[in-house]
């Protein structure tokens, strides 16, 4: 959108007074004096006019020019959410991130002034939503199950879909769906006048819009495109000479300098995970609070060391790149020797000393995530530590310096074998621009890059890939089919999921009685649907009540079903610190040393202890967890025993829910009641419930395939449980890896610690994994199997009596 002055009448001032109905909001000078420098605040008059005029806009701004906290605001003033208005129903606001509705909510509700309590927001189990609420922000999970129980979403007068560009699936199939709902509340407007057209605001950052407007599919005419173009301040993007494949090193090295040389002015540092999040902070702790600050950084870890999960990444020695690079248009590019720092014209060394680090990722607790909105102690230099949570849904203030690793951790699937991976890979041009704009928001800025502008050119692809092409879809298509949609190909997706993909999902519903041969929802599948579980989960709960262990099962399901309750040991026990000079090693290093192994041992205890009801299998070991923690369910509790507490005290949430909606929407199950403490199972349970485990996953069974009558190269003898081979039984033609079809016990089961002539026969697995391979390396890495339990031929063959097993 241009920016004409206005005539001085219509300068936008935040409150406008040309409107039908409209609310006085009062707020601080200091918020008004923000709002006023935001683009979108400056836009308003014409946002507004558009959302008059059609049902459906598109809004596209940078990030920070005030589209998540101002538009609301907008649609608020003119009396959208106001119960005494022609628009009464709430203004709903879509995010894809917990933290972000939790702290815009916040934002918006501080902006807001006088009516700042009628903000609230709505992530899975918490919420502060009342009568009063006109405002909610939520994820986009939240809305899709609301759609899925009122398909005119009666309660919204407008729906606001931000982040639309990060193409979450739950965005997607929101907007697909909207696109509907947009429709039907028009013609129901149309029989009764008491109803009211729904509004739809799609915001995004960057977005290839033609998946979304063009998309005949979606809209049959594209609805209008409002962009708001960013005061953004300049941002200079340093790319590095050469590319390190150690990227967490580098980062430490270049924070390191930089914080020495640069003046004042925050860090943002983009990493992968928490894991290189929680190294980096260590490593900038021990140097920078230990009085090291003037003679630089006491460097004596070697570059190997940054710890990877599960097994290491290696994009071999460092990328060649030295090739002439001409200035991009959309960044405002200036290649810089950054190993010098040199700014502009300014002092160097005139930043704080002190450095204030934070981590910033999402497992991280709500209230430890929310510091990096406070002002950091006087004196020091913030330094945020973040994953990609930092890239478009949140501003931190006062950030003006970023660090890009250009690196970013994604969960792949291939449709064929089935193999999951989380691999850390390149982001997208999309992405990086992104990020370097984050130090352009209070003044000019520089972005240094931990990769070189070929590799920029190279190897970053223009957008990120929609997560729907990314993901199984066996839990979209049951939702769309319980919304009585037969034909899941004609939904009007943005991007449409993978043809072969969609037929396996469909076959795997049939396989769970979740949809008829023909492709149509039955009972058992409608009853699934009420449960925000994955179909396989919701298969596991409803055959758990036939066995007379239905609260175990519950405990299991919302356990298998949380983020990972075991902190991995490499979290636990920090890497090995390699000696500068191997045959000298300080009285300190013995006593590191020494703690270390005090902690391997206590943390290999604690494993052992969560196995004593069975150490065959990891789902009796989650459920023991998730027992035990119930009689205690404290952070200190979690702290001694190695899990995270935020995901247990979801998974307790969890077990909450399902058994208020067992007891809601099952009439047997009228008098159910919640028991939160449960004693240890007994073997017989034990042994039903590996069953019903194995009944969600039944495609996902492997045999062990070094006994005979296998192939002679699978029958050598391993030495450990990780090295015992297994075939997967479907689909059974896949080649895994390069030698053959097998697949291995992944580390982190119990499995791995006993001997491989007790490895069991049957395996049911979750999923499979495989790093990524090394460059350069001759052999690829082996796919490994999340072990969920042992089976016996015989209960497998019970499950299988009178059903033809999948065929791919
Ligand atoms: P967009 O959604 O377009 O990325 P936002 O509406 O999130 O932009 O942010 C607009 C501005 O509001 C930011 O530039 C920032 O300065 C300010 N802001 C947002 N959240 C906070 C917060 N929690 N504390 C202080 N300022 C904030
Ligand atoms: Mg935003």
Not at 722 to 741: A, M, N, R
Request: glycine share 6%; proline share 6%; net charge negative.
């Amino acid at each position: 959108m241009e920016q004409d002055p206005l005539p001085l009448e219509l300068q936008p001032t935040g409150n406008i007074t040309r409107k039908a109905f409209s609310i006085a909001v009062e707020r601080s000078d200091e918020i008004q004096n923000i709002r006023l420098k935001l683009p979108v605040v400056s836009d308003e008059q014409k946002i507004m006019e558009a959302v008059h005029n059609n049902n459906i806009v598109v809004l596209k701004g940078e990030t920070g020019s005030g589209k998540t906290t101002q538009v609301p605001q907008f649609l608020f003033e003119s009396g959208y959410g106001s119960p005494d208005s022609p628009t009464p129903g709430m203004i709903g606001v879509t995010q894809p991130r917990r933290v972000a509705a939790v702290s815009m909510a916040k934002r918006v509700g501080d902006e807001l002034g006088n009516h700042g309590k009628k903000v609230s927001y709505q992530i899975r189990f918490e919420g502060n939503v009342g009568p009063e609420t006109a405002i909610k922000f939520m994820t986009d999970g939240v809305l899709l199950r609301e759609v899925a129980e009122d398909i005119a979403l009666h309660k919204y007068s407008a729906i606001i879909i931000d982040e639309a560009h990060e193409r979450s699936v739950n965005t997607d199939i929101l907007i697909g769906m909207l696109s509907r709902v947009v429709k039907l509340r028009e013609e129901l407007s149309l029989e009764d006048a008491s109803i009211k057209p729904l509004k739809l605001i799609i915001m995004s950052a960057t977005l290839d819009l033609a998946d979304f407007r063009e998309n005949k599919a979606l809209f049959s005419i594209p609805p209008p495109l409002l962009q708001s173009e960013g005061r953004q301040h300049k941002v200079i993007t340093h790319f590095a000479r050469k590319t390190y494949h150690d990227y967490v090193d580098e980062a430490f090295r270049k924070v390191s300098r930089g914080h020495r040389k640069l003046p004042p002015g925050g860090f943002l540092v983009f990493l992968t995970g928490q894991n290189e999040i929680n190294h980096l902070s260590k490593r900038l702790k021990e140097v920078f609070h230990s009085g090291h600050s003037s003679s630089g950084p006491k460097v004596r870890i070697s570059g190997k060391d940054a710890p990877m999960e599960a097994e290491d990444i290696d994009f071999g020695d460092t990328i060649d790149d030295n090739y002439d690079y001409d200035d991009d248009d959309e960044l405002d590019i200036h290649i810089n020797d950054d190993d010098e720092f040199k700014m502009d014209g300014e002092e160097e060394n005139s930043g704080p000393s002190k450095i204030h680090v934070l981590p910033l990722y999402s497992l991280l607790p709500t209230r430890e995530q929310l510091r990096v909105f406070e002002r950091p102690p006087d004196g020091s230099r913030l330094i945020v530590l973040a994953t990609n949570v930092a890239e478009t849904s949140l501003t931190i203030p006062g950030i003006r310096y970023v660090f890009d690793s250009g690196r970013s951790k994604e969960r792949k699937y291939d449709q064929t074998t089935g193999v999951q991976s989380f691999e850390v890979g390149w982001i997208s041009k999309a992405s990086a621009r992104q990020r370097a704009g984050r130090a352009g928001r209070t003044g000019e800025g520089h972005c240094y890059c931990l990769y070189s502008s070929a590799v920029y050119e190279r190897d970053f692809a223009e957008h990120a890939k929609p997560e729907i092409l990314r993901m199984p879809i066996e839990g979209v298509v049951l939702q769309l089919k319980a919304m009585n949609l037969q034909h899941v190909k004609n939904f009007p997706f943005p991007t449409s999921p993978d043809r072969h993909g969609l037929e396996l999902s469909e076959k795997l519903l049939t396989y769970l009685a979740a949809i008829s041969p023909t492709g149509q929802i039955t009972p058992v599948g409608s009853t699934m649907s009420i449960f925000p579980l994955s179909p396989r989960y919701a298969r596991i709960l409803l055959v758990g009540h036939l066995h007379d262990c239905l609260p175990y099962t519950v405990a299991l399901v919302a356990g298998l079903s949380a983020a990972d309750v075991f902190i991995p040991e490499n979290q636990v026990i920090p890497a090995t610190i390699p000696k500068e000079e191997d045959d000298f090693a300080t009285n300190a290093d013995r006593i590191e040393d020494e703690a270390r192994n005090n902690l391997r041992r206590k943390f290999n205890k604690v494993q052992k202890d969560f196995c004593f009801l069975d150490d065959k299998s990891d789902a009796i070991k989650l459920l023991q967890v998730v027992g035990e923690f119930a009689h205690d369910p404290t952070e200190e509790w979690c702290q001694l025993h190695f899990v995270r507490f935020k995901v247990l005290k979801e998974i307790l949430q969890l077990r909450k829910q399902i058994t208020d909606l067992l007891r809601t929407n099952i009439t047997a199950f009228a008098g159910l009641k919640f028991q939160e403490k449960l004693d240890a199972p007994s073997p017989k349970q034990v042994k039903a419930l590996k069953q019903m485990v194995a009944a969600g996953f039944i495609d996902h069974i492997a045999i062990r395939a070094d006994l005979s009558p296998n192939p002679p190269e699978l029958r050598r003898k391993p030495t450990r449980a990780i090295d015992v081979p297994y075939l997967t039984l479907f689909p059974s033609q896949i080649q895994h890896d390069e030698e053959g079809k097998a697949v291995y016990i992944h580390p982190s089961s119990p499995l791995a610690h006993i001997s491989p002539q007790e490895c069991p026969e049957y395996i049911v697995y979750s999923y499979l994994q495989r790093a990524a391979p090394r460059i350069g390396a001759e052999k690829l890495p082996k796919t490994r199997m999340h072990a969920l339990t042992d089976i016996t031929g015989g209960q497998l063959a019970s499950l299988t009596k009178g059903t033809s097993l999948i065929d791919y």
